[in-house]
């Protein structure tokens, strides 16, 4: 029989910064696998996230970061969504705790009157891709022109949208 866990999300402050550097680190390079690159967005969160139209959130277990999620503002009622990450053994249905950050961010969504949400990816990312389509995201060949450039999304081959209407 598995533990509850018991855990809290919360609008990102700056106070947060360092553990998701940690925790984006530890998720996308360490279990990934995926190489050491610059991540400029996590260095200015409020500003990237928050003070544009989006937002960030963070999932807390005992004052400890466990799960992160950003929605960014792409103009024309579209939002990316960006920094979907929880750490291994706080993965799980069960768990609930990548639901419940996603959910946070989708009624944020429907709430700042967004019609289209974006993601990017990489082909590894089989959970998660999973996880998208579970809620609701299409597999689509590509991004728009104007987000497929965009520094967060040019490393991703993966593409998913979510119709909010």
């Known amino acids: 029989m598995s533990q509850e866990i018991k855990f809290e ?18 998720v996308y390079e360490n279990s990934r696998g995926r190489p050491r690159r610059e991540r400029p967005d996590l260095n200015v969160i409020k500003e990237t996230y928050q003070d544009s139209g989006g937002n960030f ?7 400890n970061i466990i799960g992160t999620i950003g929605l960014r503002d ?21 768990k609930g705790v990548s639901t419940k950050l996603f959910f946070t961010l989708l009624e944020f969504a429907k709430m ?36 497929a450039k965009h520094p967060s999304l040019m490393y991703d081959t993966v593409f998913y949208k979510l119709d909010l209407e």
Not at 127 to 142: D, H, L, T, V
């Open 57 to 63: 959130w963070v999932a807390i277990n005992k004052n």
């Open 9 to 26: 999300i919360k609008e990102y402050s700056d106070d947060y910064k360092k553990q998701v550097n940690e925790l984006i680190f530890q």
């Open 112 to 147: 700042k009157g967004f019609k289209k949400i974006f993601l990017g990816t990489l082909p590894d990312a089989i959970p998660a891709m999973k996880f998208y389509e579970r809620n609701g995201f299409n597999n689509i060949k590509s991004l728009p022109k104007d987000l």
């Open 74 to 94: 792409q103009g024309k009622k579209r939002a990316s969504m960006h920094r979907f990450a929880v750490i291994e053994n706080f993965r799980g249905k069960e």
